[in-house]
């Protein structure tokens, strides 16, 4: 089985590469499924149905979040429809939506990390729970996290459980796809897809402003070229060990 993970999509910018990108590279690869990152679609924070729809129209097939899924409150109700998206699972019980779903022969789940971000149920005990109840070889985790270590951590402690945990949320990409030695894929994080020049997706210019004078900036989303980073995983769909893990890196003017 192959499968392509999109890092976090800022904004327009993004949502347009995945348009022109994401349908030639199923063509190429044949992919079996297309994961993406989409907390920051809509304006560069959040999510809405229309963007939504628009990246499940250009050819992905999983919407993945992290803590700004509730940016835009209009994708509240779509949380629990039929629409492929997940906001984390070890939010606390009774918040709106799903955090893993079952697409053919793969479940994709969304974690979120704790250090650094905020006070979530432990993201470790709430896989610890999935796995008990859910027996499927092929399991792709997005692990939505700040902290390098937590990440490192949570693959450490999946490893020969999952067949893959893909670290997101910093928007900047790390050189460490790997395989653990119980045969599960690694990537700290795969970075945006969004403006290349830019802070993290975010215009330069206002951010720098932020930074020198402590005022807070209305932030906009970066604008030229953008930056189109992904991961493709093989995975032995019988055993759920993960073969390879690449990096896919391609700019859009």
Partial sequence: ML?????????????AAIRELVPDLRHQYQLDLVIANAENAA??????????KELLGAG?????????IWAQKEIIPYLDGEMPILRPLNYPPAVPGRGYIISGQAMVVNLLGRTFIGNF?????TMDRLLAEHKIPVIIVDFHAEATSEKIAMGRYLDGRVSAVLGTHT????????LFPQGTAYVTDIGMTGP??????DDAEAVLQRFLTGIPYRLSVGKGK???????????????????????YKEVE
């Fill in 60 to 68: 992905v097939d999983i919407l993945t979040s992290g803590n700004h």
């Fill in 121 to 125: 149920d432990c993201p470790f005990r």
């Fill in 43 to 52: 304006g560069g924070l959040g999510l809405t149905s229309p963007t939504a």
């Fill in 226 to 248: 953008v930056a189109f980073n992904a991961v493709i995983i093989r995975v032995n769909e019988e055993s759920g060990r993960a073969i390879s893990i690449d990096r896919i």
């Fill in 196 to 201: 290349a020049n830019s802070i993290i997706g």
């Fill in 3 to 15: 499968i392509l993970m999109i890092g976090d999509i800022v904004g327009s910018p993004g949502r």
């Fill in 171 to 178: 928007h900047v990409g790390t050189i460490d796809t790997q």
